[in-house]
Antibody
Framework: QVQLQESGPTLVKPSQTLSLTCTVS??????????WSWIRQLPGKGLEWIGY???????YYNPSLKSRVTISVDTSRNQFSLKLSSVTAADTAVYYC?????????????WGQGTLVTVSS | QSALTQPASVSGSPGQSITISCTGT?????????VSWYQQHPGKAPTLMIY???KRPSGVSNRFSGSKSGNTASLTISGLQAEDEADYYC??????????FGGGTKLTVL
């Protein structure tokens, strides 16, 4: 059973860069076909897909966030990371990492528990 | 990319059936059979309930079913149980490896 766990600072100052890491256990992050995603939930609101990095190294981002987002992978640690630059209070949210299932699959089958990141001075 | 439209809330009594709608556009819901549904209990991570419009992952009760007509997808829960009370989100593939979620629907079991 694949498990994902988010980690990183829970408080970030405005204009700084939010950095989170997701550690994957129970499976290899390099396994063919899978993509590793970041999804956020604004307070009291719905979910928003941020982007993902696939086993091939290709990255795909939400067009509305693309200019500020970088997702990368560290295969040696079985981790992937999110960097969101120039944050504002509007980026305060619970951030989830999730796995997009294999080839030709377009849904998220395993999720981390989520981590609340607050943007405040 | 605009969020998919879901009703803010629905309710039903135990044993009844309810349906949650999810309306998108011809660029997302209407263009691909790639709609998924997620259940989220308070303070918990979402869990996958339906994928590719009407497929259930193993372990998900057959009381949950999905369908689609045009630009609107639907999740139906039959034989409502107290444990079904949660928030439900739809998600649609929207081309070029991008995704859009709905705003969520709060299900209350009366």
């Amino acid at each position: 059973q694949v498990q994902l766990q988010e980690s990183g600072p829970t408080l970030v100052k405005p204009s700084q860069t939010l950095s989170l890491t997701c550690t994957v256990s129970g499976g290899s992050i390099s396994s063919s076909g899978y993509c590793w995603s970041w999804i956020r939930q604004l307070p009291g609101k719905g979910l928003e897909w941020i982007g993902y990095i696939c086993y091939s190294g290709s990255t795909y981002y939400n067009p509305s966030l693309k200019s500020r987002v970088t997702i990368s992978v560290d295969t040696s640690r079985n981790q992937f990371s999110l960097k969101l630059s120039s944050v504002t209070a509007a980026d305060t949210a619970v951030y989830y990492c999730a796995r997009r299932d294999g080839y030709n699959s377009y849904y998220f089958d395993f999720w981390g528990q989520g981590t609340l990141v607050t943007v405040s001075s | 990319q605009s969020a998919l439209t879901q009703p803010a809330s629905v309710s039903g009594s135990p044993g009844q059936s309810i349906t949650i709608s999810c309306t998108g556009t011809s660029s997302d819901v209407g263009n691909y059979n790639l709609v998924s549904w997620y259940q989220q209990h308070p303070g918990k991570a979402p869990t996958l309930m339906i994928y590719e419009v009407n497929k259930r992952p193993s372990g998900v009760s057959n009381r949950f079913s999905g369908s689609k007509s045009g630009n609107t997808a639907s999740l139906t829960i039959s034989g409502l149980q107290a444990e079904d009370e949660a928030d439900y989100y739809c998600c649609a593939y929207a081309a070029s490896d991008t995704y859009v979620f709905g705003g969520g629907t709060k299900l209350t079991v009366l």
